[in-house]
């Protein structure tokens, strides 16, 4: 059986060698490429990051491509080519919420590929902080999850940030039970350590399969994976980076009470991006407490064909029952209609902040 199989693999396996030494030998033509693209940039003192460029190269590839790759599987490849060329320009380096093995950590790899330094910062704070003070290029911070709402730590310091958003990702959120040992029965599980936020997210499942298990709050998913790395019978939520980094085994798969449990991060710093044809623009604004004035602080976006994607308050800290409005409008700042809603909000708002136009998330 074995040698019949191998007989009919060898010459699929012959063929595949073919066609990577062709494509190793293309993808090192494109990084040579990607040097000389580099020396052009340093001469002009340009940005190496381009995110607007990348999602051109990427949507071109996804026409041409005749399958059966899917998109969002040429998405990922190219952007790993993409990162690499990006490392040979000039190293990187992207501060996300740490420990190893969080989301944040996810997201920040699947916007910035392999080849970007990834450092882990303890709280929101300092991964602002590490942007902030040029430590590090870039920033991943978790702006809302589709269970959970917004996280008011992000919003409050985007208020203050120096540094504009030049990206998002929305990343499906899949939460696992991992154990250390591999075929582990959920009967040998007597505690569950996660982030507050997963005991939430996956609340249900727990009460139905681990009624009996006492569930521990940590300060990350990842803390309760280094934990169930290290004790029995304590298991952790966590998701698939997690997992890899802790060499754990999930005793369950996809437990999160919401099948479609995403959350959405944005991308601080580089520099902003140019307009894509599919972007958005994120703004903070604030009105006098009034009545009619949020109604009126909208209407520029209405005249001027400008449609919400989002719209979240936030208290303005004051004593007072003031609050900042966070916006997120469809379009590019550059855009026409947009500069021209942008202006007419700036002209009739007490406060007016624009965070950044970037590229959507596909
Ligand atoms: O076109 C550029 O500006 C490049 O630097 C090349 C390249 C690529 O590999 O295609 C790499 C990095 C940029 O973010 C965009 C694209």
Same mark, same amino acid.
């Given at each position: 059986?074995?040698?019949?199989?191998?007989?009919?693999?060898?010459p699929l396996r012959a063929r595949i060698d073919e066609i990577d030494a062709a494509l190793i030998d293309l993808l090192n033509q494109r990084a040579r490429v990607a040097l000389e693209v580099g020396e052009v940039k340093k001469h002009f003192d340009a940005p190496v990051f381009r995110p607007e460029r990348e999602r051109q190269v990427i949507e071109r590839l996804q026409r041409l491509g005749q399958g059966p790759l899917a998109n969002e599987h040429v998405e990922a490849i190219w952007r790993q080519i993409m990162s690499a060329s990006r490392a040979i320009e000039a190293p990187q380096a992207v501060a996300y919420l740490g420990p190893e093995g969080t989301f944040s950590e996810q997201a920040a790899l699947a916007y910035f590929g392999d080849a970007t330094d990834r450092v882990?910062?303890?709280?929101?704070?300092?991964?602002?902080?590490? @942007?902030?003070?040029?430590?590090?290029?870039?920033? @991943?911070?978790?702006?809302?999850?589709?269970?959970?709402?917004?996280?008011?730590?992000?919003?409050?310091?985007?208020l203050r940030t120096t540094r504009p958003i030049t990206g998002e990702v929305s990343l499906p959120i899949h939460h696992h039970l991992l154990c250390r040992d591999a075929g582990a029965e959920l009967a040998s599980v007597a505690r569950v350590c996660a982030h507050p936020q997963a005991l939430a997210q996956c609340q249900h499942w727990l009460s139905q399969h681990l009624p009996n298990a006492e569930r521990v709050?940590?300060?990350?998913?990842?803390?309760?994976?280094?934990?169930?790395?290290?004790?029995?019978?304590?298991?952790?939520?966590?998701?698939?980076?997690?997992?890899?980094?802790?060499?754990?085994?999930a005793a369950a798969r996809m437990i999160q009470d919401d099948p479609h449990n995403r959350t959405r991060f944005y991308v601080l710093g580089g520099t902003p991006p140019l307009s894509t044809g599919r972007d958005q623009t994120s703004l903070i604004l604030s009105v006098r407490h009034e009545a009619g004035a949020v109604h009126r602080m909208l209407a520029p976006l209405a005249r001027h064909g400008v449609s919400m994607n989002r719209f979240e308050s936030r208290p303005a800290r004051s004593g007072e029952w003031e609050y900042y409005f966070y916006v997120d409008v469809a379009g590019h700042a550059n855009d026409q209609e947009v500069a021209a809603a942008l202006a007419d909000l700036r002209r009739?708002?007490?406060?007016?902040?624009?965070?950044?136009?970037?590229?959507r998330a596909q």
């Open positions: 059986m074995d040698n019949e199989l191998d007989r009919r693999l060898a882990a910062a303890p709280s929101i704070d300092e991964v602002f902080r590490a @942007v902030e003070s040029g430590a590090v290029d870039f920033a @991943v911070v978790p702006v809302e999850n589709s269970t959970e709402g917004v996280v008011s730590r992000t919003l409050d310091l985007l709050p940590v300060s990350s998913n990842a803390e309760g994976a280094r934990r169930a790395a290290i004790e029995a019978g304590t298991a952790a939520i966590a998701g698939e980076r997690a997992l890899q980094r802790y060499q754990l085994h009739d708002v007490l406060f007016f902040k624009l965070l950044g136009s970037y590229p």
